[in-house]
């Protein structure tokens, strides 16, 4: 997923605003994705109040499995390409008597069944050794989405600084985006 891109489509969890909420501007949900707000919080003044337990984020159909594919740990990886391994083995091995002539069907099967050993061993040796220790879903999200958020405001602070105008603040140029993302005073946002 492109950092400056503001498709929603690629982004692994889709934003969830509570009934009678503002939908905040794409860039806001695409550099705050798992964001867990607290109890209190108000994006924009007029707000309404936030239902308890209310369901901020929902997994983002086949965007949320191609985020985790290449974030996968080594052994979970290693163990699919074993079993692959295996279940081609039980292919060859059933399916060699209808498809080869003659004695070509001990080959076909014996290296079936080579195949079907390599890859449950494979299998079995990958599980003991185990993986490194289950990461919850949504926090490898918001790690995600931190590094994102923390690129995108320092990069467009710096290049509102050397433009020159208002000397503001980091928070206050963080406050003026957050205004922007929530359509709240957009005229003094856009300044930036």
């Known amino acids: 997923m492109n950092d400056d891109a503001t498709d929603l489509d690629g ?4 934003f969830n605003p509570p009934d009678g909420w ?7 949900i695409l550099l705050h994705q798992g964001f867990l707000p607290p109890s209190d919080w108000q ?12 369901p901020w984020w929902e997994e983002n159909g086949t965007s949320w499995y191609t985020f985790f594919r290449d974030r996968a740990a ?15 083995g039980l292919f060859a091995t059933v399916i060699s008597p209808f498809a080869l002539p003659g004695w070509t069907i001990g080959l076909g099967g014996l290296v079936g069944i080579g195949f079907l050993v390599l890859g449950v061993r494979g299998v079995v040796r ?3 050794r185990g993986s490194s220790p289950a990461i919850n879903p949504h926090e490898s999200i918001r790690d995600w989405a931190q590094r994102r958020l923390d690129s995108y405001v320092t990069t467009q602070y710096a290049t509102a ?13 963080i406050e003026a985006k957050n205004a922007e993302w929530w359509s709240e005073n957009a005229s003094d946002a856009t300044n930036w």
Request: charged share 20%; net charge neutral.
């Open 22 to 28: 503002r939908t905040p501007h794409p860039q806001w």
């Open 43 to 54: 994006p924009y003044e007029d707000a309404p109040a936030i239902p308890p337990q209310w």
């Open 11 to 14: 982004a692994p969890l889709r």
């Open 161 to 173: 600084s050397e433009r020159g105008g208002q000397e503001r603040t980091l928070e206050e140029f």
């Open 74 to 88: 080594l052994p979970a990886r290693a163990l699919g390409n074993w079993f692959s391994l295996a279940a081609i």
């Open 126 to 128: 990958t599980y003991k």
